[in-house]
């Protein structure tokens, strides 16, 4: 399974779960402080900007320690809405992005 973080500009970090891993609260919290850490460094115009985040309602994400973190960092939740097709930002954000990012 691949966490993939992204932005207008294009992919920002790509984590790879291990085979048998599954995703925790945890796990999840350092993934946002290695983000933020990736904002830092390839996005310095951001640094003085408000992020928006947007993720879906996964377990892991709506967990205490995501939830708080995502608060030290002060990054606005953007409402995840009911699922639609219409709707899914990856399938016109990400995906084209990412297929350009994997061919190379």
């Known amino acids: 399974m691949a ?6 500009e294009g992919i920002l970090f790509i984590n790879y779960l291990e085979n048998g891993k599954t995703i925790t609260g945890e796990y999840y919290f350092n993934l946002l402080t290695r983000l933020d850490e990736k904002i830092r460094e390839e996005r ?3 640094q003085k900007k408000k992020i928006i985040f947007h993720q879906d309602d996964a ?3 709506k967990s205490v320690l995501a939830i708080g973190k ?3 960092l002060h990054y606005e939740l953007l409402e995840y809405p009911p699922y ?3 709707l899914a930002p990856s399938d016109f ?3 084209p992005k990412l297929k350009l990012f994997f061919a190379g």
């Open 44 to 46: 310095l115009g951001l």
């Open 70 to 72: 995502l608060r030290d």
């Open 93 to 95: 954000c990400l995906f």
């Open 59 to 61: 377990p892991a994400h």
């Open 84 to 86: 639609s097709p219409d």
């Open 3 to 8: 966490s993939v973080f992204w932005d207008a």
